[in-house]
């Protein structure tokens, strides 16, 4: 048997002892985040829309949270009321923050947090404890910027986003802008739209949109054969090439960093690919991890072989 104060269990049940309500069933405990000896977060859940679940477990005059903190030796511990929206919950979370705008992107499990920029310190926290206990609770991955660095930021990726199709597709700045208005990032998302799509673009008409997308197409063209030309010199083995989860702007940049086959490949971490492919788009921890274990798979085809 190992018993464990640091455990968050053990903390669930602490305030199990002390709310009645826990006890019952009332209020349920979601989830629990510990940084054992300093700081812990509790979401909690009332199955009766007339009683609060933050309330009972802070106790009158703070009376049942005291006495847990008692027991874990001055522990400080945030009670939150947890939510099915992930937005909401981590905003909950990462009190006592204020925060001003939240983007979700559920693919990845990440969720990017603005703060005003007095706020910044406060929703990290000291030595990024906030933060991390809030991403532990939650079970997403967040990143917190303040106002000013998200407009910055969302300032260059329009800036590198419109140089990207205003030197591929030999157009306006005025198109370009537009394009990048309707959430386009590469030529290839242009030569794959329908003319229909593209003619609903405000500004843009039939033969508008199809000249875009022929010059797409032809773009995409070009650089495909540029790019296999590249290969082939470079000596890049047909199994790497026939590897469906990277494209082939991805392939020429692995190519000239020396990862030409597919045990190349296998043989990097999550680390080393975001850092060679995150130009291309890639930043997910865990879609990395992804490409590096498909690239692995015939490693244990060949054990299964033998």
């Known amino acids: 048997i190992f018993m464990s104060r640091t455990h968050p269990q053990f903390m669930a049940n602490l305030f199990s002892q002390e709310v009645p ?12 985040a510990r940084d054992p000896g300093s700081r812990a977060k509790i979401a909690v859940l009332s199955h009766d829309s ?10 009158m005059r703070g009376s049942r949270v005291q006495a847990v903190v008692g027991e874990l030796q001055g522990e400080k511990i945030d009670i939150i009321q947890w939510s ?27 969720i990017e947090v603005v703060v005003p920029d007095d706020q910044l310190s406060l929703a990290i926290g000291r030595r990024g404890q906030n ?11 967040i990143d917190v910027l303040t106002e000013a660095e998200e407009s910055e930021r969302r300032q260059e990726e ?3 986003r419109s140089t990207r199709f205003i030197e591929a597709l030999n157009i306006d700045d005025v198109i370009a802008h537009l394009l990048v208005a309707e959430g386009f990032v ?3 998302e242009i030569a794959e739209s329908t003319s229909e799509e593209l003619s609903a673009i405000q500004g843009f008409d039939e033969d508008i ?9 032809e773009y995409v063209e070009r650089e495909s054969n540029r790019i296999n030309a590249a290969l082939d010199e470079m000596k890049v083995s047909d199994d790497l090439r026939a590897l469906e989860y990277i494209s082939l702007a991805m392939l020429l940049t692995l190519a000239e ?10 043989g990097l971490d999550n680390e080393e690919l975001l850092e060679f492919l995150g130009q291309h788009g890639l930043s997910d921890d865990g879609e990395a991890g992804d490409i590096i274990m498909a690239a692995r798979a015939h490693w244990f085809e060949d054990e299964d072989a033998a």
């Open 209 to 217: 949109a199809g000249e875009l997308q022929n010059r797409a197409v």
């Open 257 to 266: 960093n020396d990862i030409r086959s597919l045990d190349d490949l296998a």
């Open 131 to 141: 933060v991390r206990l809030a991403s532990q609770l939650s079970g997403w991955y």
């Open 158 to 160: 329009f800036k590198t």
């Open 21 to 32: 309500e826990i006890y019952d069933g009332v209020i349920e405990i979601k989830s629990v």
């Open 186 to 188: 590469f030529p290839e």
């Open 84 to 110: 099915e929206d992930p937005a909401t919950f981590i905003v909950n979370g990462l009190a006592p923050a204020e925060v001003a705008k939240v983007v979700l992107d559920e693919e990845k499990n990440k």
């Open 50 to 59: 007339s009683i609060d679940p933050v309330g009972p477990c802070i106790g």
